[in-house]
């Protein structure tokens, strides 16, 4: 069965960006209300994937087993607080390695959709910044921008060339808002 998906940037719309990128668990700092949006997003019984550029394994900064220790905890203390995520993809590689996997290219979404039976021109990505904007309309889906992160000057720059085909909301919580209010609830059996 092919199903929709709501697809979730990490850095800036779950946890806080780090200047310096988020190398352990103990830097991994959840944003305001991220919990409490991940369990809403959970009732809607869509699968929930994080895609996510971790360029600081490519640059050297952090093991690649560090990353995925940071999202198994991730995944955990959203499951406590009553939400779930379903798969985190990430690329690891850094800008200039022209990979297929970093947004705004397809990799991640294709995999996930290949993985889970996507159907992404059905799906909506949240997200941050004009990469994760331009991999949802690659790839069909509905790009809705949060302004935490660095969401709210990637906003202002993209009003100025007069690109407006997404959703603006300020987080997390508001893009589960806007998700929950035009999206009929299906079961979790789904």
Known sequence: MIRSAVFLDRDGVINRNRPDHVKSWNEFEF?????????????LGWPVVVVTNQAAIGRGLVDPSEVEEIHRRMVDEVRLFGGR???VLYCPHRP????????PKLGLLIEASRL??????AS???????????????AGCRPVM?????????????????VDDF???EDLGGA?????SRTPVMSNAS
Do not use: F, M, N
């Not at 889970?116 to 021109?121: E, M, S, V």
């Open 167 to 169: 959703v603006a909301v």
């Open 96 to 103: 200039d390695e022209g990979c297929e996997c970093r947004k």
């Open 85 to 87: 995520i379903d798969a």
């Open 176 to 180: 589960v808002e806007w998700i929950l």
């Open 116 to 121: 889970l039976h996507l159907d992404l021109a």
């Open 31 to 43: 944003l305001p209300g991220a919990l409490e949006a991940l369990k809403r997003l959970a009732g």
């Open 146 to 162: 949060v302004r935490t992160g660095r969401g709210a000057a990637q906003i202002e720059q993209l009003r100025l060339a007069e």
């Open 124 to 138: 909506i990505l949240v997200g941050d910044a004009e990469s994760d904007l331009l991999a949802a309309r690659a």
